[in-house]
C-alpha cells in the first residue's frame, strides 16, 4: 500500500520532520561532523520501521554531478535509531532548510508527494543500469524523497539539493518484514 508524506505549516520537535535540528540520539554519531540532516521519519510511519525512527542526511557540500549519486558510494546516509526529539545544538543543520513536520497526504500516483513509501519507486529517469548494484546486492526498494513534492510558493527550501530531483532508498527486509538496513540507492536529477 502506497503512503505519502508531505510539508506541514508548522514545526515539530518529535514524529516525521524535515530540516532543522537532527534527532538528540544521534549528537556523538561521526557522522554529524561531515553530513547535514535532512530529514526524519517518525516509528511506524512504514511497517518495515518498527518502533524506530529512520534519519537522512546529505555529505556536506554534496553538489549535482558529483560521482557520488548512486550505490554504494553515495553521499546521503541513513539512520536506523531510536525514538528522539530533535537536538538542542545547533549541529549538522541544513544549510538550504526550514525546519518543519512531515504530515501524512493522499497518495495520489499522478502527483508529487515529498515522501513516497511503495513498492516500487516513481523514476524521473528510466536507465535501470543505475540501479543495478543496490539490487543486485539484495536491497528492496522502499521509500523515495522527491523534491518535486516541496510546496510551490513557501519558504521551505532556499536551494534544490538534488536539482529538483529525487533520491531513492532500499533495504534489507527480515522474515518479520522489519527493515534491517536501509541505504540510498540512487540519486535521480530532473
Known amino acids: 500500500m502506497e503512503q505519502a508524506f508531505d510539508v506541514a505549516i508548522a514545526d515539530a520537535v518529535s514524529g516525521s520532520r524535515l530540516g532543522g535540528k537532527p534527532p538528540s540520539v544521534l549528537l556523538n ?7 547535514d540532516y535532512l530529514l526524519t521519519l517518525a516509528a511506524e510511519t512504514a511497517p518495515w520501521l518498527d518502533d524506530r525512527e529512520l534519519s537522512v ?6 553538489e549535482i554531478g558529483d560521482a557520488d549519486d548512486h550505490y554504494p558510494d553515495i553521499a546521503v546516509a541513513v539512520r536506523l535509531h531510536a ?5 538542542e545544538a545547533e ?3 541544513h544549510p538550504f532548510l ?4 512531515l504530515e501524512p497526504a493522499v497518495a495520489d500516483p499522478d502527483a508529487p508527494s515529498l515522501i513516497r513509501i511503495a513498492d516500487e519507486p516513481r523514476r524521473i529517469q528510466h536507465e535501470e543500469s543505475r540501479l543495478a548494484a543496490v539490487r543486485e546486492a539484495g536491497y528492496r526498494f522502499l521509500f523515495s524523497f522527491d523534491e518535486d513534492g516541496y510546496p510551490v510558493d513557501d519558504e521551505v527550501v532556499s536551494e534544490y539539493q538534488f536539482g529538483y530531483g529525487a533520491v531513492h532508498f532500499f533495504g534489507l527486509v527480515d522474515a518479520s518484514g522489519t527493515a534491517t538496513e536501509i541505504v540510498a540507492g540512487l540519486i535521480e536529477y530532473s
Not at 542526511?57 to 554534496?62: C, E, P, Q, T, Y
Open 29 to 35: 554519531d561521526p557522522l554529524l561532523h561531515t553530513h
Open 57 to 62: 542526511f546529505v555529505r556536506r557540500g554534496f
Open 83 to 87: 525514538t528522539s526529539t530533535r537536538a
Open 91 to 93: 549541529v549538522a543543520v
Open 98 to 101: 526550514v525546519s518543519r513536520a
